[in-house]
C-alpha cells in the first residue's frame, strides 16, 4: 500500500476545537467540486481499509469466542456456530475477576510511576543543562535493549530475596524498567519541540526552573504525555514474561496474561482457543474504552496549547 | 517563593537556593535521578549477572567450570546462531519497512479525517491493545492450514496452501502478524507528530504554490523527522527481539528462528545458562549497536543545553 | 506568553488529573472490595500436588482423585491439587523455579515422562526406592522404566499413554502390519477417495520425535545404548529407514498436506472430518470421535477402528510410552507423606479405575484386565507391555532438541538421509559424553 498524498488543497480541519489560525475550512484554492467529492470518496475508501484492517481480527476475536464446541472452533467459517456464552462463563468461573483487578492495579502504577519519572528525566534531557547527554540517552535504551528471558533468573533470585514475589511492587518495577525508555524518548522528542523562548519568556518573569517546567512546558508537552501513557498502560496489561514468572499462581496478584496461560481445554491436547479468545475480548474491550476517552485528551491539549511556529 | 519538589525519594543537593529554587543544574541531576536508580536496580544488575554467567561452562543445569569466550566461539560456530541473525535482520527490514509505510500512510488520513475522528483513533489502537501472546495465537489459527481460514477466505488460494510449513510463505506469515499489530501504533506516533505541526505552515507553502506532494516534502517530512526517528528506533529494536509470533506459529521452523526465540531456547527449554547467557549478550549486542546508530542519528536535533 | 491559553490548559489539565483521579479511586475502592481469592490460605497439614494440563482443571479427575485419598481413610492429609499452566515447558518452568528456590511449596511434582532425569540430576526429588517394592509388579514395568534412571526410582508411574493407528473400517479391509503396507495403501485409498492418507505429528515439537522414534524402534533401532554415553541411530540402520520413510512419504503425497504444522489436534481434526485414511494419535482422540456430543459431530463415528502401530518387519509393534510420574520434592517438609500418596495413586484400584474412565491410560495392570471389554483399554493393555519410553536421561532434552532441529528440516526437503542420519548420530553421541 503505498502513501495516499491526498490530492486535494483542502485545509485539514483540526478537531472539535476551532483552531487558532485563520484561513481554515472549505476548499481554499483552486479546486473543483469534482475534485472535492473525488477526494472525498479516496478518503473515505481510505477509511474503510483503515477499519476493516483493525476490526476484522477483532471481529474474528469475537466470534470465535461465541463459539462453542469443537466443530465450530475447528471450522474456519466465522458463522458456524452453535454460538454461546459458554466460553465466557468458564473464563470467569476460574476467578478472572481478580485477574483483571490485578492486571488494572498494576498497570495504573506502572503507567503513573512512568510518565512522572520519565517526564522528569525527558525534560532533563531535552531541555535542562546535563553533560553528556548522548551517554544517557544511549544508556537509557541499551537498558531496555537486553533480552528479558535472560534478565529473569537474576532478577528472579534479587526479588526472591527482597520478599518481591507474588506482589504489586515486584511486577510494577520491572515494568517501570523496561517502559522508560520508551517514555523518555517520546517524551524527550515533545519536550524538545517546544520553543526555548517560552522558558526564556518564564524565566524573565520569575518562575523557578521548576515552575518552568511544569507550569509552562509539560503542559505543552501533553500529547506525548498521553501517547506513552496509553502505550505504557497497554504494554503493562499485555505483558506475560515477567507476569508469569514473578507472579505464577497466586489468585491476589496474578494478571489476566498469566491466568489465560493455566487455560486448558476440555481435553489432554487441545487448544483452547474459544476460552483464550473470550478472556482476550474481555481483556480488550476496557482497554479499548479506555483509548476513546483519552484520545480526545490529546487533541484538546493541543490546539489550547497552541504552538506558534 | 514555595518549591515545590515532587519528586520521589532522591539525593538531595547540599545547597538549594533560598529564592529562586533548585538551579537548572540541580534540578536536571534530581530530575535524571529516579530514572537512573530505577534502571540500575533492574536491568543494569541482571545484565551484568548474565553477562558474568555466559563466562562459565555448563552441563544442564550444573555449572561445569570457567569458560572464559568458551561459550561464545561455541555460539559464533554455530551455523544455528546465523541462521537466526539472518531471519532476524529479514524479518526486521520486512517488517519496520511495511509497518513504516502503511503507518504513515494511515497517520496521514488520519490527520485529515473529516469524521469520527475519535472513533478512528480508537480503532486504531485495537490491534496494539491485544496481547502478543494472544494476537500470535489469533495469527495461528488464521493462517494454519487447519481450520484454514486465510485459505478460505482469499480467493485464489488453494484450501491447503501450507503457509506456516512453507519456507518463505512461513516468514511472510509472522512478518504480516507483526505489521497487523504495528503499523497502527507507528501511526499514532507519527500522528501525534503531525499534529504538532502548525496550520501556518502549510497555509504558507500553499499560498508559495507548492503542491501537496511538495508541502509533504518540505514541511510534513522535516518537522516529523525526530517522531520518525524515535518511532524508528523502537520499532527496529522490537522487531530485532521478536518472540511471540515466531514461537506461537512456527515454532522457529522453516527460518524463522529469530535470536529471541534462540535465546528462550537455550535458557529455558534446554537450559545452559552458559550457552544461553552468551547468546543473549550477542543479541544484546546486536541490538545495542543498530540502536546506537539511531541514536546518533536523532542526537543532534533533540537536546538543547547540552554540556561539553 | 498567551495568558488565555495557558489558563485554558491549567482548567483542562486541572480537570482531567480531577476525573482521572476520581476514576481510578472508584476502580481502586471497587477492586478492593472483592473478597479474597479463594484458595489463598494454605491449611498447615495438607499436601500440594503440582500438575498441569486438563486433568487438574477444578472438579476434573485429578481433583476427585485427590478426594477419593481423603474418602478412604479421613487419616490421611488432605492433597491439594495446584494447577500448573497449560503448556509443558511452562510446567517445567515453575516447579524449576520453586526447586531452585528450594521452596517448600510444592510436596508433589507431577513429571512429564521425560523429565526424569533431569529432575533427579539437578537434585530436585527425592529418591523413591523404598516404596518401589509397592510398585513392581502391580504397575506396568515400562511405566516403571519410564521412573527410573541410573538404576533408582525417581519418579512413580501415574497415568500413561501408547500411540494407536486409527483406520477408515469403511474403506480399508485389515489394518497394514508394515509402514510400507501403510504407504501404500494410503497413497491407493487416498487417492482413490480424493483425501489425505497419513495424519501423524509431524510439526517441529516434541511429537514429531515420538513419531521419529516410533518409526524408528520399528526399524529394530533405539535411541541410546544401555550406558546412556552412545546414540545408536544407525543401529540396523534403523534412523536411516526412518527418515527415509518420511521423506519418500511426503514426496509421493502420502502424508496429509499441512503434516508439517500438524499437533494432535490438528491430525483429529482431519480425521475427525473423514478427510484421512490413517492417524497415528493417543487414545484420547478414540471417545472424542464417537459422535456422542453434539457440539462435537463426527463424520467417521462407527467407521473407524484402531489398530497397533505398524513396523518395518511387520512382526510385533513399538509406540512411544507417554504420561505422567509423580516425584516427591526434595524441598518438602513432608516427604514420608508424600511418598505415601505417591505409592497408594499408583497401586489403588478405585484411584486408576477413574483414571480410565476419564480416557486417561492407567498404570496398574490389573486395571487392563479388569476392563477388557472397552476396546480403548483392551488394545492398550496389548501394546503397553512393548511400549518403549523415551530414554529419561537429563540429557534428554537436548536429544529431542537436536533430532527436531534435523529431521524436521530433513523431511521436508531432498537431502541425503544416510549422511543426516550419521552426522545427527555422532552429534547426540558428542552431546551424551558431554
Known amino acids: 500500500m503505498s502513501e495516499p498524498v491526498t490530492p486535494t488543497a483542502e485545509a485539514p480541519q483540526r478537531d472539535d476545537q476551532p483552531s487558532t489560525s485563520p484561513g481554515n475550512g472549505g476548499s481554499a484554492g483552486a479546486v473543483s467540486g469534482a475534485d472535492s467529492t473525488g477526494s472525498r470518496i479516496a478518503k473515505t475508501v481510505m477509511l474503510l481499509i483503515i477499519f476493516v484492517w483493525c476490526l476484522f481480527p477483532f471481529v474474528w476475536l469475537i466470534s470465535t469466542s461465541l463459539k462453542q464446541g469443537n466443530e465450530a472452533l475447528g471450522d474456519p467459517n466465522m458463522f458456524q456456530g452453535p454460538f454461546g456464552i459458554d466460553n465466557y462463563r468458564i473464563v470467569f468461573g476460574e476467578g478472572f475477576l481478580y485477574n483483571l483487578r490485578n492486571t488494572l492495579v498494576v498497570a495504573t502504577f506502572t503507567t503513573i510511576i512512568c510518565v512522572l519519572i520519565g517526564a522528569f528525566a525527558g525534560y532533563a534531557l531535552a531541555r535542562l543543562p546535563l553533560k553528556r547527554k548522548a551517554l544517557w540517552l544511549s544508556g537509557v535504551l541499551a537498558a531496555s535493549l537486553f533480552p528479558p528471558v535472560a534478565l529473569i533468573p537474576a532478577l528472579y533470585e534479587v526479588w526472591r530475596a527482597l520478599g518481591l514475589l507474588n506482589t504489586y511492587p515486584g511486577l510494577y518495577i520491572p515494568y517501570v524498567s523496561f517502559t522508560l525508555p520508551l517514555t523518555i524518548f517520546i517524551l524527550v522528542t515533545f519536550f524538545s519541540s517546544i520553543p526555548p523562548e517560552l522558558a526564556e519568556a518564564a524565566k524573565v518573569d520569575g518562575a523557578t526552573p521548576f515552575q518552568t517546567f511544569f507550569r509552562v512546558v509539560l503542559p505543552l508537552a501533553a500529547p506525548g504525555v498521553f501517547a506513552a501513557a496509553i502505550i505504557v498502560f497497554i504494554f503493562a496489561t499485555n505483558e506475560f514474561l515477567i507476569a508469569s514468572t514473578f507472579a505464577p499462581r497466586d489468585l491476589s496478584v496474578q494478571t489476566a496474561t498469566t491466568a489465560v496461560a493455566f487455560f486448558t481445554g476440555a481435553t489432554e491436547f487441545e487448544r483452547p482457543i474459544g476460552t483464550i479468545t473470550a478472556a482476550c475480548v474481555v481483556i480488550s474491550v476496557p482497554l479499548i474504552i479506555m483509548t476513546l476517552i483519552f484520545q480526545r485528551r490529546i487533541v484538546a491539549g493541543l490546539t489550547a496549547g497552541g504552538v506558534k511556529g | 517563593m514555595a518549591v515545590e519538589t515532587e519528586t520521589p525519594v532522591t539525593e538531595r543537593q547540599p545547597e538549594e537556593s533560598q529564592h529562586k529554587g533548585m538551579s537548572e543544574r540541580q534540578l536536571a541531576r534530581v530530575f535524571v535521578a529516579p530514572s537512573v536508580i530505577t534502571m540500575v536496580v533492574v536491568a543494569a544488575f541482571p545484565i551484568i549477572f548474565a553477562i558474568f554467567l555466559s563466562l562459565y561452562a555448563y552441563q544442564g543445569r550444573q555449572q561445569t567450570g570457567f569458560a572464559g569466550l568458551g561459550n561464545y566461539i561455541e555460539a559464533f560456530t554455530d551455523p544455528r546462531f546465523w541462521d537466526s541473525v539472518i531471519a532476524t535482520f529479514v524479518f526486521t527490514v520486512a517488517s519496520v519497512t511495511f509497518e513504516f509505510l502503511i503507518g504513515m500512510g494511515f497517520a496521514l488520513i488520519m490527520n485529515r479525517a473529516f469524521f469520527g475522528r475519535g472513533v478512528i483513533r480508537a480503532t486504531i489502537l485495537i490491534p496494539w491493545v491485544i496481547p502478543t501472546v494472544i494476537s500470535a495465537q489469533m495469527w495461528f489459527n488464521m493462517f494454519n492450514i487447519t481450520p484454514g481460514f486465510v485459505n478460505s477466505v482469499l480467493p485464489f488460494v488453494p484450501a491447503d496452501f501450507n503457509w506456516l510449513g512453507t519456507e518463505n510463505w512461513a516468514m511472510f506469515a509472522i512478518v504480516f502478524a507483526d505489521v497487523w499489530k504495528t503499523a497502527p501504533f507507528v501511526a499514532l506516533l507519527l500522528l501525534a507528530g503531525l499534529q504538532t505541526i502548525p496550520e501556518d505552515l502549510y497555509e504558507a507553502a500553499r499560498v508559495d504554490g507548492a503542491s501537496a506532494i511538495q508541502r509533504f516534502r518540505s514541511v510534513t517530512l522535516p518537522l516529523l523527522k525526530p517522531a520518525i526517528l524515535v518511532a524508528l528506533l523502537f520499532r527496529t529494536v522490537d522487531a530485532l527481539r521478536i518472540y511471540d509470533l515466531p514461537a506461537v506459529m512456527t515454532g522457529g521452523a522453516f527460518g524463522t528462528e529469530t535470536l529471541s526465540v534462540l535465546v528462550q531456547q537455550f535458557i529455558v527449554q534446554t537450559p545452559d545458562p552458559g550457552l544461553g547467557s552468551a547468546f543473549s549478550t550477542l543479541t544484546f549486542i546486536v541490538v545495542l549497536g543498530v540502536g546506537i546508530v539511531f541514536v546518533s542519528l536523532l542526537g543532534r536535533d533533540l537536546v538543547i543545553g547540552e554540556e561539553e | ?434
Open chain 3, 1 to 434: 506568553m498567551d495568558a488565555e491559553s495557558s489558563t485554558l490548559s491549567r482548567c483542562i489539565r486541572r480537570g482531567l488529573v480531577v476525573r482521572v483521579t476520581i476514576a481510578a479511586c472508584a476502580l481502586l475502592i471497587s477492586a478492593c472490595s472483592l473478597p479474597p481469592p479463594p484458595g489463598s490460605q494454605a491449611a498447615p497439614d495438607e499436601l500440594v500436588w503440582a500438575i498441569g494440563g486438563a486433568a487438574s482443571n477444578p472438579g476434573a479427575v485429578n481433583e476427585q482423585i485427590a478426594e477419593l485419598y481423603k474418602e478412604q481413610d479421613s487419616s490421611r492429609p488432605t492433597v491439594r491439587v495446584e494447577q500448573l499452566p497449560n503448556s509443558a515447558d511452562l510446567q517445567r518452568e515453575q516447579m524449576a523455579y520453586e526447586s531452585q528456590a528450594q521452596g517448600a511449596g510444592f510436596d508433589i511434582l507431577g513429571l512429564d515422562v521425560i523429565w526424569t532425569g533431569e529432575f533427579a540430576v539437578n537434585g530436585w526429588i527425592e529418591s523413591l526406592e523404598d516404596i518401589r517394592g509397592d510398585l513392581e509388579g502391580v504397575v506396568l514395568d515400562s511405566a516403571m522404566a519410564s521412573g527410573t534412571y541410573e538404576n533408582e526410582l525417581w519418579a512413580a508411574p501415574f497415568n500413561t499413554n501408547a500411540g494407536f493407528l486409527y483406520y477408515r473400517t469403511d474403506l480399508v479391509d485389515e489394518p497394514p502390519a508394515t509402514w510400507d503396507e501403510l504407504a501404500q495403501m494410503a497413497q491407493e485409498v487416498g487417492q482413490r477417495e480424493g483425501i489425505a492418507g497419513y495424519v501423524g505429528q509431524g510439526s517441529q515439537y516434541e511429537g514429531l520425535v515420538v513419531n521419529f522414534l516410533e518409526l524408528v524402534w520399528g526399524a529394530g533401532g533405539g535411541l541410546i545404548n544401555e550406558d546412556g554415553d552412545e546414540a545408536i541411530l544407525t543401529q540396523n540402520d534403523a534412523g536411516t529407514r526412518a527418515l527415509e520413510f518420511l521423506q519418500s512419504a511426503r514426496q509421493d503425497g502420502v502424508l496429509a498436506p499441512g503434516f508439517n504444522t500438524m499437533t494432535e489436534e490438528e491430525g483429529r481434526f482431519l480425521f475427525q472430518g473423514g478427510d484421512a485414511v490413517f492417524m497415528r494419535n493417543w487414545p484420547y482422540a478414540y471417545g472424542l470421535m464417537s459422535g456422542e456430543d453434539e457440539e462435537n459431530p463426527s463424520q467417521v463415528a462407527g467407521n473407524f477402528d484402531i489398530a497397533p502401530i505398524p513396523t518395518f518387519t511387520g512382526e510385533g509393534t513399538t509406540s512411544a510410552l507417554g504420561g505422567f510420574n509423580l516425584a516427591v520434592s526434595a524441598f518438602s517438609e513432608k516427604k514420608d507423606l508424600a511418598k505415601e500418596f505417591v505409592a497408594w495413586i499408583a497401586t489403588d484400584a478405585d484411584a486408576q479405575g477413574l483414571l480410565a474412565e476419564n480416557a486417561t491410560p492407567p498404570v496398574r495392570q490389573a486395571t487392563y484386565d479388569e476392563l477388557q471389554d472397552d476396546p480403548v483399554m483392551a488394545l492398550l493393555g496389548e501394546i503397553l507391555p512393548d511400549a518403549q519410553p523415551r530414554p529419561p536421561v537429563p540429557a534428554y532434552n537436548f536429544l529431542s532438541q537436536e533430532i527436531q532441529q534435523v529431521v524436521f528440516p530433513a523431511y521436508n526437503s531432498s537431502a541425503p538421509v544416510e549422511q543426516t542420519i550419521e552426522s545427527l548420530n555422532a552429534e547426540l553421541t558428542s552431546e551424551l559424553q558431554g
